[in-house]
């Protein structure tokens, strides 16, 4: 549904007031009417242009062959474009570092907080955590639930995780597969979206699926990042990241078109250190960022400002049919 980015429609309200952000690898397009954002990755970056002009392709070809090193992962040809699923089995990796000194163990405290203080009980519950890799959470709660099972985008990935967490591990695309044949129709008191729907192309489609692996009354529980060019803008050396950055009403209109009520009003967070824009810190990085922050505040009047990474928690439960 959203995979067509033109620069005229938005694809998801119709509406005809966009801006696009210009960054390396990426435009994203901001919807003035329903403050979605969409990715459409470049086929070609900058650079590779400034090169192929006859006077700069001499130039690179006389680098020195360290400089050379420099500029390559800034060009799409030696740039790697990672299949998706490959890129997905760091996760795989990552089950072999520990716990304790991962960001998971971060991110893990603060959702099972989060739960605590809306009463939400996880005590003999049958839970579907999606996208949930590299899965650490399975450790901590299968004495408390019933049952957890686990999905991941790459098969790879999946079959680590059954493998080393002992767990019920599902290969599952939400752009492609149906969920209620993966998980062969079973049903779940819980489903779990954490940091992953920004990838997801049709919310509406989404939401739908999910009821009918849900029991009367269940909980979705969603967390998710908020539009914001500070995320944008963070993801600019990425050519597989994320594809929508959803307005936290989007997300509401979906699932209640789908039977769903929202449990709690949606809790805004905003990460306290601003995102480390520059994760690599050599010269050229640090130029290409700049320039597009720049250009980001000249040119963008009305994408949607943060200068922090801010995140949405979202609950919502199944109306009973
Ligand atoms: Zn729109």
């Keep these: 549904m959203y995979q067509h980015i033109n620069d005229q429609v938005c694809q998801h ?43 700069y392709n001499k130039l690179y070809k006389s680098l020195p062959k360290r400089l050379k090193k420099t500029v390559q992962p800034f060009l799409s040809s030696t740039h790697k474009f990672e299949d998706k699923s490959t890129w997905y089995d760091y996760y795989s990796k990552s089950l072999e570092q520990d716990y304790k000194a991962t960001k998971w163990k971060k991110y893990d405290d603060e959702f099972l907080n989060f739960l605590e203080t809306i009463d939400i009980d996880l005590q003999g519950k049958d839970i579907l955590a999606i996208s949930e890799g590299p899965g650490f959470i399975v450790n901590r709660l299968r004495n408390r639930v019933n049952s957890i099972a686990l999905t991941e985008v790459s098969q790879h990935a999946a079959d680590t995780m059954a493998h080393m967490l002992k767990v019920d591990s599902y290969a599952y695309d939400f752009n492609k597969d149906d969920i209620q044949q993966i998980v062969k129709h079973k049903k779940f008191d819980q489903i779990w979206l954490r940091s992953c729907i920004a ?41 597989v990241t994320t594809n929508v950055w959803y307005n936290p009403e989007t997300i509401v209109r979906a699932f209640e078109k789908n039977g769903f009520e929202l449990l709690y009003p949606y809790t805004r967070y905003r990460q306290e250190e601003p995102i480390r824009l520059l994760p690599r810190q050599h010269w050229l990085n640090t130029m290409i960022v700049r320039y597009y922050q720049k250009l980001a505040e000249k040119k963008n009047k009305y994408f949607t400002r943060e200068d922090r990474s801010v995140y949405y928690l979202c609950t919502f439960r199944l109306k009973q049919s």
């Design 13 to 55: 309200c119709q509406g005809t007031s966009l801006e696009i952000l210009d960054s390396y690898m990426n435009h994203w397009i901001q919807c003035n009417d329903c403050l979605n954002v969409f990715r459409r990755g470049k086929e070609t970056f900058p650079l590779d242009d400034l090169i192929k002009q006859p006077f």
């Design 199 to 239: 990838f997801c192309n049709d919310i509406d489609r989404l939401a739908g699926s999910l009821r009918k692996i849900l029991k009367n009354e269940s909980i979705v529980y969603i967390k998710f990042h908020a539009p914001s060019r500070l995320n944008c803008l963070h993801w600019m050396f990425n050519i």
